[in-house]
T-cell receptor, first 111, second 115 residues
Framework: QQPVQSPQAVILREGEDAVINCSSSKALYSVHWYRQKHGEAPVFLMILLKGGEQKGHEKISASFNEKKQQSSLYLTASQLSYSGTYFCGTGSGGSNYKLTFGKGTLLTVNP | DTAVSQTPKYLVTQMGNDKSIKCEQNLGHDTMYWYKQDSKKFLKIMFSYNNKELIINETVPNRFSPKSPDKAHLNLHINSLELGDSAVYFC??????????????FGPGTRLTVL
């Protein structure tokens, strides 16, 4: 079942903050976050495995709610290099190997 | 040193032709994947192999046939190409315990255009 990402797109000025959400109707094994720049491969940002978990990666952090049905990616003091499409990928019942990706959120950071 | 490599990077071909895409990883991972990313950027898993064994086979036309000669290589052969096969195909790999629990490393992608 494909997770739902929101918003579909967001435009920021450098230094502004953004939140990208990823939700599912059922509990998840895991949530992955990837960023893909135009014409490039998706690049791993972080993975969350436990309900209530929060993780940080420089000015990019993420949380996984207690019920393990929603994750949010937080980008603070955005930089031009943050521009790209952000995907959440979710692992859920039945397979340890399969990630199902959301439709992506296009983030544009302008000077 | 490239972790996951794919060849070719671009592939332009006529409808009805047969083509192959090759993927190699030097990360020592046991699990490899093929994803298809369409024009709307939707990234969808097609196949996964763990240690040369097929473990995920999504609803993909049987014109697509993956082959894993060893755990470092996963190739994708496509028969009788159709216009709708045009997309970017990504190969990826992850550690043995599964792609749902571990980072997936993606190759640079192969842009397939069917005319």
């Amino acid at each position: 079942q494909q997770p739902v990402q929101s918003p579909q797109a967001v435009i920021l000025r450098e230094g502004e903050d953004a939140v990208i959400n990823c939700s599912s109707s059922k509990a998840l094994y895991s949530v992955h976050w990837y960023r893909q720049k135009h014409g490039e491969a998706p690049v791993f940002l972080m993975i969350l495995l436990k309900g209530g978990e929060q993780k940080g990666h420089e000015k990019i952090s993420a949380s996984f709610n207690e019920k393990k049905q929603q994750s949010s990616l937080y980008l603070t003091a955005s930089q031009l290099s943050y521009s790209g499409t952000y995907f959440c990928g979710t692992g859920s019942g039945g397979s340890n190997y399969k990630l199902t990706f959301g439709k992506g959120t296009l983030l544009t950071v302008n000077p | 040193d490239t972790a996951v490599s794919q060849t070719p990077k671009y592939l332009v071909t006529q409808m009805g032709n047969d083509k192959s895409i090759k993927c190699e990883q030097n990360l020592g991972h046991d699990t490899m994947y093929w994803y298809k990313q369409d024009s709307k950027k939707f990234l969808k898993i097609m196949f996964s192999y763990n240690n040369k064994e097929l473990i995920i086979n999504e609803t993909v036309p049987n014109r697509f046939s993956p082959k894993s000669p060893d755990k470092a290589h996963l190739n994708l052969h496509i028969n009788s190409l159709e216009l709708g096969d045009s997309a970017v195909y990504f190969c990826a790999s992850s550690q043995a315990s599964g792609g749902a629990y571990n980072e997936q490393f993606f190759g640079p992608g192969t842009r397939l255009t069917v005319l």
